[in-house]
Each structure stands twice: as structure tokens, then as C-alpha cells.
């Protein structure tokens, strides 16, 4: 129904930024909301951010102040700018899309961010 792909991952040094993008193809007018994911090795995925079809907004505490979510839509794309990234982002980025009624999830592949001391 929803393919996302997700680029923009990398190495960088502390106190470094990245800008993710995560292109959505598809049946992508039913989607209701975007957001950006990350697992570190050992725990859980956890929330990043993540934007509604309206443009708002949510971030969980641990990005709050340093990370942007937006979107494009002209370009069917949302973005997650990462700014004084810190060794403990270091994680598996993934981009989601809550599709339909049910929200159901659509999830990319995923992208690397490792951030060097």
C-alpha cells in the first residue's frame, strides 16, 4: 500500500548534524501521520518525532530542542534534522507512516546514524 525509504545516515562526530529523509510512494493520500523511530543495539524502538497530515508535531524528551521534524508534501517526503547529535543517538532510524482508518503501519528499511565521541 505504502513504500518508504529513508537515506541520509551516517557517521558523524559529536555535536555534528544529519538531516534523515524518508520519500513515501504508494497509497500515499490516506496517510494521517509520519513519524521517525530508532533502535539502538540492545533496547527497544522508541519514538523520535512525528507529524501529522496537519503539520503538528511531537517529539519525545530526548530530541526535544535538537531535532526537527517536517514535511514536504510536494515532494511526498518528511525530513528529521538532527542537531548536536550526541553518542547515545547512535541507532537504527526508521521512518513509519500510520495509513487509513486503523492507522495502519507502513515502516521503511531503515537508515544507520552513528555518532562518534
Known amino acids: 500500500q505504502v513504500q518508504l525509504v529513508e537515506s541520509g545516515g551516517g557517521l558523524v562526530q559529536a555535536g555534528g548534524s544529519l538531516r534523515l529523509s524518508c520519500v513515501a510512494s504508494g497509497r500515499i493520500f490516506s496517510i494521517r501521520a509520519m513519524g521517525w523511530y530508532r533502535q539502538a543495539p540492545g533496547k527497544q524502538r522508541e519514538l523520535v518525532a512525528t507529524?501529522?497530515?496537519?503539520?503538528?508535531?511531537n517529539y519525545a524528551d530526548s530530541g526535544e530542542g535538537r531535532f526537527t521534524i517536517s514535511r514536504n508534501n510536494a515532494k511526498n517526503t518528511v525530513y528529521l534534522q538532527m542537531n548536536s547529535l550526541k553518542p547515545e543517538d547512535t541507532a537504527v532510524y526508521y521512518c513509519?507512516?500510520?495509513?487509513?482508518?486503523?492507522?495502519?503501519?507502513?515502516w521503511g528499511q531503515g537508515t544507520q546514524v552513528t555518532v562518534s565521541s
Open positions: 507529524i501529522t497530515s496537519s503539520g503538528r508535531t
Open positions: 513509519k507512516a500510520d495509513w487509513g482508518t486503523f492507522s495502519d503501519e507502513y
